[in-house]
């Protein structure tokens, strides 16, 4: 048994979110079926983090055990060869090793961080050539405000203003590493990085944010939220079109072929 770690690349636009459901219309769904159809054998896939419905991804880290002997290149090629066109596998890689021990390569289990761009189109008017590509502020955004206001956000931090009541996870205690915003001309990106991620975090933390740049709370706000943990004090959860899953950090020892992911290329 062999254990095959591949690079997924996807428009989130048309799906129903990464994780499988009983109508099929999920990213992984459709990839599932794209490596039985060239294994012809039913594959079971573990990925480094769920995405929501129209949440896109540069870089989803996936993998699966197989038995079957094939280069990397051939499950790159072939599965691709029965994906939609949104969909795609950018790169393919087996790992060495017994998938039973505890040291073995797990897509979510091993990483060490996840990254996510959020793009913000801020113009007066809407832009339909970015629809499903990129959320969207018609108020003049003020970004320095915006950076003023992270701070408190790095480090060991309950994050329970920002976390979704649907979400599952244990606890919402993350750690977070980094928040960068920065603007090129229209565009504002958001590239937040940490452990792990609750429920829509990232939008949450989005919507508050827009929330201190238009101007509608002042910077110290989101430390507060923060500290008060109660999500009803937040703004609004934002729209989903501008979230990119981008980057799985991971040992160097895995050697993957992780590719540079930007999301300002799409624009």
């Known amino acids: 048994m062999k254990r095959i770690a591949i690079g997924v690349q996807y428009d989130g636009s048309a799906w129903h979110g990464y994780q499988k459901q009983e109508d099929g219309h999920t990213v992984q769904d459709q990839l ?24 896109h991804a540069l870089e989803q880290v996936v993998h ?11 499950w790159l090629r072939g599965v691709n060869a029965f994906l939609p066109p949104s ?23 091993s990483a060490r961080a996840r990254t996510y761009h959020y793009v913000l189109y801020n113009n007066p008017t809407r832009s339909p050539l970015l629809e499903g590509r ?10 320095e405000l915006m950076r003023a206001a992270v701070k408190p956000l790095l480090g060991w931090h309950d994050f329970t203003a920002f976390r979704a009541a649907q ?17 090129h001309g229209e565009l504002v990106v958001f590239t937040i990085t940490a452990n792990a991620f609750l429920h829509h975090m990232v939008r949450n933390l989005v919507g508050s944010l827009v929330y201190i740049g238009t101007g509608r709370q002042p910077p ?9 943990r109660d999500r009803h004090e937040a703004a609004p959860t934002f729209m989903p079109d501008g979230l990119y ?4 950090d991971y040992d160097p020892k895995w050697q993957l072929p992780l590719e540079t992911t930007s999301p300002l290329p799409w624009f």
């Open 32 to 55: 599932e079926q794209a490596l039985e159809k060239f294994a012809r054998v039913r594959l079971a896939t573990t990925c480094a983090g769920r995405t929501d419905t129209g949440v």
């Open 64 to 74: 699966f055990d197989t038995e079957l002997e094939r280069e990397p290149h051939s």
């Open 87 to 109: 969909i795609a596998v950018r790169w393919a890689k087996q790992l060495a090793g017994d998938p039973g021990v505890d040291d073995f390569f797990h897509a979510r289990f």
């Open 134 to 143: 990129a959320g969207f502020c018609f108020r003049p955004l003020d970004v």
């Open 167 to 183: 979400c599952q996870a244990k606890s919402p205690v993350k750690l977070m590493h980094d928040i960068q915003i920065r603007r």
């Open 220 to 228: 110290e706000w989101l430390g507060q939220l923060l500290e008060a």
């Open 245 to 248: 899953l981008a980057k799985i």
